[in-house]
């Protein structure tokens, strides 16, 4: 089963430049979350500091009891075996073959056979897809193999916490998609906790459990993705949408008049209910996502405290599963 | 679970960030060097304690070791053939001016081990070999390698800093050993044969003014410069600033300070060798 993460308070500057203030949230075990966030408000920073990459100032990471922003850098350096981190670019060993870059954790970290550890490397080059390219350089593959191999690096150690750096960035609509398929299987096969940092709105409405956005230095909200989908918070729905109406402007955030201008043009800023997309199902075979249980008990109890909308959503997407299992 | 929504952060929060900055800042900029220093010192410690970490990297070390002394045996033989030679002939000339010409391969001999030889040493393994160890950590970090290698616990450190500053270390010890020979046999078929000087005469002022603990400092020597140009090379290549470029001024940056620390450091270790050991001749 995966690990929580609890993150308390998080505060990171480079130099005078505030990236983001007071961040706290918690990744329930075994889900898969993701965090949306417009481009250059320090999702991938805030990716780093969980795994102690990146010191944040203020604020605590616990992850089974170890603080990754304060504890000693040996006890960091222990949990970070925990972690499968899938880097924007793959960020994979240059000099080194793609078996060698996928076996070099199994290398470092465990005493097994060379044999075992090919049939380990193979199986997940296979998951991924990249059979066949296993004995090129890193310099003679393309981006999305780049980045799928970095996923496949990612898994070798079985992580129970699986954090992906824009898994879309650079990958045709199609293999988004099964990466996304690919995502939710993994979950439901070793039921790690993951957290999805993404502007992709294909992931973002279908693969979460969990959602979380970043704008403006801070987190506008975190919880169940019924919450997120139906919020009309106008970032959010803004961001959710796509469109140009609302408080993200190109650079950020737009001034308060340009904001105010379009106000009063009446452009439509309420474009009528939202439906929420059905999350995607582990592939037929798989064993049921325990994380997908526990949530439903999770979010159930919790019914009280959220909004009507989401609410509703909730509801409709357990209504059919209630009674009669999975679909 | 849903914190409050603010859409644009309240102007108040952001005064108090401005006005926390000047608290935080770092303290002036004429500072900014003793902090490097500090780091450099710091990342020397870290690798001399992590060189007993196991697992040892023998494998990265063996490579290490040979590219190192692939790029340095040839040049290092090259130069110190002139550069005993040289000497030889300077202090020849000198000698032959004050009518000493019989301590000739005493002078020129002690100058190649003690001081020429590490020297030539260290400048070849900063130039050849710690210019390319720092250019090949600097493009790691870049691509985020060594971020990747953090990542999967494992320490940049230990697992790539540590077998490039042994190879250095050990080169340039061997290294010492072949410049020194080389030196000293330019120096002797200079001064014998340009110079018209005796071979016995070389030979035994030689063994009138040399001792053994010249030899031993001259290696001694060669260990530390090997240590510092590691270092140093590390030091640059693990902290570059910005894209390829910043590798690119980290690789002349982590040069241009080794030379200095070579020659700083070189004659703190002399000055120390002469108070402390009597001149076998004295």
Redesign the interface.
């Known amino acids: 089963m995966g690990i929580e993460v609890v993150v308390e308070g998080l505060t990171k500057s480079f130099g005078k430049q505030n990236i983001w203030q007071d961040v706290s949230l918690t990744l329930p075990a075994g889900e898969v979350s993701v965090m949306l966030g417009p481009s250059g408000t320090g999702k991938t920073v805030f990716l780093k500091s969980i795994i102690g990459l990146l010191k944040p100032e203020k604020g605590r990471v616990l992850i089974n009891g170890v603080d990754m922003v304060n504890s000693p850098e040996r006890e960091i350096m222990e949990t970070r075996k925990l972690f499968g981190l899938m880097f924007q670019d793959g960020a994979l060993f240059g000099s080194m073959s793609l078996f060698d870059n996928i076996a070099f954790p199994l290398r470092e970290h465990t005493r097994k056979k060379e044999s075992e550890i090919r049939r380990i490397v193979m199986e997940r080059i296979d998951i991924v897809g990249l059979l066949g390219a296993e004995e090129k350089l890193p310099g003679e593959i393309s981006g999305g193999m780049r980045k799928r191999a970095g996923l496949a690096r990612a898994l070798v150690l079985d992580p129970q916490i699986i954090l992906c750096d824009e898994p879309d960035s650079g990958l045709d609509p199609v293999r988004t998609a099964y990466l996304s398929q690919l995502l939710i299987d993994l979950n439901a096969q070793i039921d790690a906790t993951m957290l999805i940092v993404t502007h992709n709105l294909d992931i973002a409405a279908t693969v979460p459990d969990n959602m979380g956005m970043l704008f403006c230095r801070n987190l506008v909200t975190f919880g169940p993705r019924e919450v997120l989908l139906t919020s009309d918070t106008p970032v959010v729905s803004q961001f959710l949408a796509g469109r140009r109406e609302g408080p993200i402007g190109m650079s950020e955030e737009k001034d308060a008049a340009t904001l105010a201008a379009e106000q009063t043009n009446g452009s439509d800023r309420t474009a009528g209910p939202r439906t929420v997309v059905p999350q995607l199902e582990p592939s037929p075979g798989l064993p049921v996502r325990q994380g997908a249980l526990r949530r439903r008990e999770r979010v159930l109890s919790m019914m009280g405290q959220l909004p009507d909308a989401a609410r509703t959503a909730i509801m409709n997407s357990y209504a059919p599963t209630l009674d009669g299992g999975r679909r | ?3 409050p ?5 309240p102007e108040p ?1 952001a005064e108090e ?2 006005e926390e ?1 000047p608290g935080q800042r770092p303290p002036s900029r004429l500072l900014a060097p003793l902090r490097q220093t500090g780091q450099l010192f710091a990342l020397a410690l870290a690798v001399a304690r992590a060189v007993f970490r196991r697992p040892f990297q023998v494998r990265e070390f063996i490579e290490q070791f040979w590219f190192v002394a692939s790029v340095t045996i040839l040049p290092a033989a090259l130069v110190s053939i002139p550069f005993g030679a040289v000497i030889a002939l300077q202090v020849g000339s000198l000698t032959e001016q004050l009518g000493a010409q019989s301590f000739t391969g005493g002078a020129s001999v002690l100058a190649v081990i003690q001081q020429a030889s590490p020297l030539i040493v260290a400048l070849l393994i900063a130039g050849a070999a710690g210019s390319a160890i720092c250019a090949d950590l600097g ?2 970090k870049i ?3 060594l ?9 940049p450190i230990q ?1 790539l800093v540590v077998p490039r500053v042994l190879a250095t270390m050990s080169v340039a010890v061997l290294l010492n050993g072949l410049v020194s020979v080389v030196g000293t046999l330019g120096g002797y078929f200079f001064n014998v044969i340009m110079q018209d000087g005796t071979p016995g005469a070389y030979l035994a002022s030689f063994s009138a003014l040399a001792q053994l603990p010249d030899l031993y400092v001259g290696e001694l020597k060669a260990l530390i410069f090997g240590f510092i140009a590691g270092i140093v090379a590390a030091y640059r290549g693990l902290n570059p600033r910005g894209g390829p470029k910043g590798v690119g001024d980290a690789v002349n940056q982590s040069v241009v300070i080794t030379f200095m620390l070579l020659f700083a450091v070189n004659m703190v270790l002399t000055t120390i060798y002469l108070q402390i050991v009597p001149p076998k001749g004295g």
């Open positions: 679970m849903t914190a929504l603010p859409v644009r952060p929060a960030a401005r900055a493009s790691r691509r985020e390698e971020d990747a290698m953090e990542v999967m616990g494992v320490s697992r």
